[in-house]
């Protein structure tokens, strides 16, 4: 292996972008609808299931900024869990990691993006499928020749996609001014039961809207100076996630009254139609194609660096841990993951694994902020210079992030025992596979 490392390139714009880029996908032109529904038709416990989840997120980073700034080395959640708990942990993260959550997500937005590129040109089945690995191997390529390169990629996607973002929702907004606006039922009389369940599964589709965070820990090895930008990053990131997402929220509102969000599963559309007109299918299409476009290009920025961890730990391949000679970057990581990503786009078998697993994720999300919890017990001599962001509120603050997540996996094996059998089954199939390559 190469005794080369990852050079440190990323500088605080960088990772507060990759943040802001890999979270927004296409959720928060979808979602709001279905949340909406699920509060009862009342936009402020609808607006609260988006604060609260953004509250949420917001937790988990401020204890993953600590990590961070602490052990700012390439793989990130990976290296915490390591640390921690053991490589049998992180093994198990990273080889489900490797086999569904990232892989998988790349292969859902490509497969998005083919059919968004639908509203353009007419391009068949066949065609939507090459057209979501070309994408892949597109965004391959621009992040195996150079993560600084990759990385303005990243930071001008990103811009793009926020602008655009922040501009509908301003339109939608303004342009209801001195006209009749559609109502807009506020709170109900009282919060029942049923309510409260309500707003419980509109948390649900929420945090999917928020998920990807935590994925800016596994470039913090490419970070400068991370002791005080990493943490400085994942904080604002997250944080602007929240007001972004409110701000959009407000606009579909503004547009649609609460009755139009609530009866739409293509709010953002059908926002901008009551505003522009026909032509806004186009509009929203292509604001979707950029921000699928940002959100894949930052998971392959980050998400190679667990494989390129684990390979350097001698748990993956070999390869996967070499640094190009010519490029810097995990360029055989990249591929790796890209390639298996195209196979899972291709062959349209991701979907339904992807279901079942995603919620395996924030069982290791939860194990990521405990990580605070130990490393301050069995590292208590570690230097201030070196633990330079202590998470405020602690232990609260990390505490809450793990309760919350730990009801989140709670609640589905209670209402889907079938799928939470099967998400856990796929990540205890990585067990034999890691004492085989202990012994390789």
């Not at 009749?180 to 309510?195: D, N, Q």
Request: net charge positive; glycine share 12%.
């Amino acid at each position: 292996m190469s005794d080369r490392t990852l050079s440190r390139v990323l500088g605080l714009r960088d990772l507060i972008l990759i943040v802001i880029g890999t979270v927004i996908g296409s959720g928060i032109f979808l979602v709001p609808g279905g949340v909406l529904r699920q509060a009862g038709g009342f936009a402020g416990p609808a607006l609260l299931v988006w604060i609260v989840g953004g509250g949420l997120s917001l937790l988990g980073a401020l204890a993953y900024g600590e990590l961070g700034a602490m052990n700012p080395a390439a793989g990130g959640l990976y290296v915490y869990l390591r640390e921690a708990f053991g490589p049998l942990t992180a093994f198990l993260y990273g080889w489900t990691f490797f086999l569904v959550i990232a892989t998988g997500s790349a292969a859902t937005l490509a497969v998005a993006s083919a059919s968004y590129v639908q509203q353009f040109v007419s391009i068949g089945p066949l065609g939507q499928k090459a057209t979501a690995v070309a994408l892949l191997a597109l965004v391959c390529a621009i992040n195996v020749r150079s993560t600084r390169r990759s990385a303005d990629v990243q930071n001008w996607s990103t811009a793009i996609k926020v602008g655009a973002l922040l501009v509908m929702s301003a339109v939608l907004v303004v342009s209801r001014r001195g006209v009749a606006s559609p109502a807009v039922a506020l709170w109900p009389e009282a919060f029942t039961p049923a309510l409260w369940s309500g707003m419980g599964l509109g948390m649900i589709g929420v945090l999917w809207a928020y998920e990807g965070w935590q994925y800016v820990t596994f470039s913090a090895g490419e970070a400068i100076n991370p002791q005080r930008t990493f943490p400085r990053a994942i904080v604002a990131g997250t944080a602007s996630l929240i007001g972004i997402y409110l701000f959009a929220n407000t606009g579909y509102l503004v547009a649609l009254g609460t009755e139009g969000v609530a009866t739409s599963d293509r709010v953002a559309a059908e926002a901008v139609g009551a505003i522009v007109g026909p032509g806004a299918a186009k509009l929203i299409a292509a604001a979707i194609l950029v921000s699928i476009f940002s959100a894949t290009n930052g998971l392959t920025i980050s998400a190679p660096r667990v494989y390129y961890a684990m390979a350097r730990d001698g748990l993956f391949f070999q390869t996967l841990g070499q640094v190009h000679a010519r490029y810097g970057t995990p360029a055989v990581s990249i591929i790796a993951g890209t390639v298996w990503a195209m196979i899972l786009a291709a062959s349209g078998t991701f979907e339904q694994l992807l279901t079942y697993v995603v919620f395996v994720g924030w069982i290791f999300y939860a194990l990521g902020a405990a990580c605070v919890f130990v490393l301050r017990r069995t590292q208590p001599d570690v230097p201030s210079r070196e633990r330079p962001f202590h998470v405020p509120g602690y232990p609260w603050t990390p505490l809450l992030f793990i309760l919350a997540a730990a009801a989140l996996v709670a609640n589905t094996i209670a209402t889907q025992p079938v799928r939470a059998a099967v998400g856990i089954a796929v990540v205890m199939a990585g067990v034999p596979v890691y004492f085989i390559w202990r012994k390789v």
